[in-house]
Nanobody
Framework: QVQLVESGGGLVQPGGSLRLSCAAS????????TAWYRQAPGKQRELVAS???????NYADSVKGRFTISRDNAKNTLYLQMNSLKPEDTAVYYC?????????WGQGTQVTVSS
């Protein structure tokens, strides 16, 4: 059974930074695409950043230049470094990995950007 556990969310002021982590129960990130999504109240879940084979990354236009996705295969952990946070970044953030035909999601971590 694959388990993904996010951490690192919280309350931060506009302009601040947070680093989200997603720890996996096994070596599932290696050579597989992984991603961070977010869902704000009343809105659909949206793709924030993805990391695919070869280390290529993609970002939503709204976070380009501010967020960085990375992973540490030795630690089975996916990260999302978020800088210059804005109130519109407020959402529940989820890590995601497709594996053997199934979609695996973490439980989510709340990020609130407010003064």
């Amino acid at each position: 059974q694959v388990q993904l556990v996010e951490s690192g969310g919280g309350l931060v002021q506009p302009g601040g930074s947070l680093r989200l982590s997603c720890a996996a129960s096994g070596s599932i990130f290696r050579l597989r695409p992984t991603a961070w999504y977010r869902q704000a109240p009343g809105k659909q879940r949206e793709l924030v950043a993805s990391l695919i084979s070869g280390g290529n990354t993609n970002y939503a236009d709204s976070v380009k230049g501010r967020f960085t996705i990375s992973r540490d295969n030795a630690k089975n952990t996916l990260y999302l470094q978020m800088n210059s946070l804005k109130p519109e970044d407020t959402a529940v953030y989820y890590c995601y990995v497709p594996l053997l035909g199934n979609d695996y999601w973490g439980q989510g971590t709340q990020v609130t950007v407010s003064s």
